[in-house]
């Protein structure tokens, strides 16, 4: 995880932690990922957390998983510590629209809180909301360099040729848990590089993943 060394100050710190991770047919997705990425949270943050309680929540939620059905369960670690564990049913369909816009409020690389999953996600929740109900599936964000970083809740990823680029952690983003599997898969190949909103005229797909909803095609629109 990439961490830039920033002085924080209080108001820097969340009030929570989270991860939203797939349960499907009593199996979590990618579990060891979502927990080792909390884990590296906690400890930047300095919160210590109660994973017996967290461990024994997400076992309640895969005893109310049902077969074929797709589960989003949502973990959430408060600063003092406390830990809730949540989950609803799914869908995973592709949606009906896929149109994405691109966001005119940058984002600063120098804030820590991007490069981790909390509840401060003001500017991303304003810009969601803005867009989609718009009819937008969802908003691309830049840095204040004009670098892509990311989307709402989702990584981007572009295919150029047969290659296929993400944005790199130190543009200012999540790095998400779909994003280094995707990383790590040999097929795949998925790389770093900085990307710019003109790279996306010129990729011959575009795509946002995360862990929850996959891989998913979108159209800058």
Request: hydrophobic residues 35%.
């Amino acid at each position: 995880m990439f961490e830039p060394g920033l002085d924080l100050k209080p108001s820097d710190s969340p009030d929570a932690l989270i991860e939203s991770i797939l349960l499907k047919d009593g199996k979590y997705f990618l579990l060891r990922r979502h927990l080792n990425r909390l884990k590296k949270s906690a400890g930047y943050f300095g919160v210590k957390t109660d994973f017996k309680n967290l461990k024994l929540g997400l076992k309640k939620q895969a005893a109310l998983s049902k077969k074929g059905r797709a589960r989003k369960v949502r973990v959430l670690v408060f600063s003092g510590g406390e830990v809730k564990v949540e989950g609803k049913d799914i869908s995973v369909k592709k949606p009906a629209d896929n149109r994405v816009a691109i966001s005119k409020v940058k984002t600063d690389s120098s804030n820590i809180l991007l490069y981790h999953k909390t509840t401060k996600r003001e500017l991303y929740d304003s810009e969601y909301g803005k867009w989609s109900g718009k009819g937008y599936y969802d908003v691309l964000f830049t840095n204040e360099k004009g670098e892509l970083t990311e989307a709402h809740s989702s990584n981007i990823v572009v295919k150029i040729g047969r290659k296929y680029f993400t944005p790199p952690v130190k543009s200012g983003l999540l790095a998400g848990t779909y994003r280094g599997y995707l990383m790590e898969k040999p097929e795949f190949m998925l790389k770093e590089k900085t990307l710019f909103p003109s790279d996306l005229k010129k990729a011959d797909a575009v795509f946002l993943c995360n862990s929850v909803r996959g891989l998913r095609q979108v159209r800058v629109g």
